[in-house]
């Protein structure tokens, strides 16, 4: 009676009478409560060890215990051997849980098999059209496909249903971008910035640069890039977005200094050495732009893009390299 009265005791404040999170049940709410049960087994084994007539008869239902224990243990390990594997065994349980079709879309978008994701989602959706997470998922994904009208009917649906969720703002703004919409992209990001309990990454505000940049405000966009370059100084793409707003702003020594520190960040991707040469150009400093091809060039030798750049600033500068 002790021991189960324990179980009980420890148990109810998990048993989802009260409903806390989207989960109803958990096996981890069991890992303290069958404290009181292992007692009362190790007590009854003590009992019967004590009588040596009945030794031989508790080893029997005792080691079939075992082997049942390990057999279930082996199944159940096969359920938490990864993401995917668990959220299987919960739509078994479940098909109709729009939180686990949701999560199962997670992992299998994760894994790039975007059909079988973009399958999950639409079902969690059509279970719950409401369902925030799996509208700004299937939003998320369709954008990264091109789908990107598709993909606004979506995300929108997902700031209506959380307007004061950052992560939000920040998914429209990147699908406004991608429509060519960088006015109303700003005003996204900047709706995500200012929500509250939200603390935005450094690719938020990196993005608020780049759109702030292709409106022509460079003043705000350089503020932007530094915020960004703050919260992640190894972030090639906030020290690429603060280098063009220095050089649309004037400040082409500030700007060529970001553009270096964008190199550093990320040396491995032949297409940043191009794009900075690109803006270098712009601002006539073809000097520095030929540079920096030259040393993209020293990583990538057969990169047929870095050397048709360089090829177009040769009439620009002089023997030795310089404007």
């Not at 969720?165 to 920040?170: A, L, T």
């Not at 200012?194 to 505000?205: H, I, L």
């Not at 940043?272 to 030259?294: F, H, N, P």
């Amino acid at each position: 009676m002790a021991a189960a009265i324990c179980y009980v005791v420890i148990l109810l404040p998990v048993l989802g009478i009260v409903q806390n999170g989207p989960q109803t049940t958990g096996d981890r709410y069991s890992y303290l409560s069958c404290i009181g049960p292992v007692l009362l087994l190790c007590a009854l084994w003590g009992r019967f060890a004590g009588k040596s007539a009945r030794i031989a008869a508790a080893w029997v239902p005792v080691g079939l215990l075992v082997v049942t224990l390990i057999v279930m243990t082996r199944q159940q390990c096969a359920v938490w051997q990864n993401t995917r594997s668990l959220w299987a065994q919960a739509l078994r349980v479940d098909p109709a849980c729009v939180f686990c079709l949701n999560g199962m879309g997670r992992a299998l978008a994760d894994a790039e098999e975007t059909d079988e994701a973009e399958a999950r989602y639409r079902e969690a959706l059509r279970l719950n059209r409401s369902h925030a997470d799996a509208n700004t998922n299937l939003g998320n994904l369709l954008l990264e496909q091109g789908r990107i009208e598709e993909a606004m009917k979506f995300l929108a649906r997902a700031v209506a249903q959380e307007p004061e969720s950052g992560i939000m703002h920040y998914n429209m703004g990147n699908g406004l971008a991608a429509l060519g919409r960088m006015d109303g992209a700003v005003r996204e990001y900047e709706r995500g910035i200012e929500c509250r309990n939200w603390d935005p990454p450094a690719r938020v505000f990196s993005n608020l640069a780049f759109a702030l940049n292709a409106t022509g405000r460079f003043g705000e966009a350089s503020v932007a890039a530094q915020r960004a370059v703050q919260s992640d100084p190894e972030s090639a793409l906030a020290h690429y977005n603060l280098g063009v707003a220095r050089l649309r702003s004037g400040d082409i020594d500030a700007g060529v200094a970001s553009f270096r520190s964008s190199v550093r960040c990320e040396p491995d991707e032949a297409k940043g050495y191009v794009e900075m040469a690109r803006a270098l150009r712009e601002a006539d400093r073809s000097g520095a732009a030929r540079e920096i091809l030259l040393v993209g060039l020293a990583r990538f030798p057969d990169d047929a893009g870095l050397a048709r750049e360089l090829e177009r600033l040769a009439p620009e500068i002089g023997a030795d390299g310089q404007d």
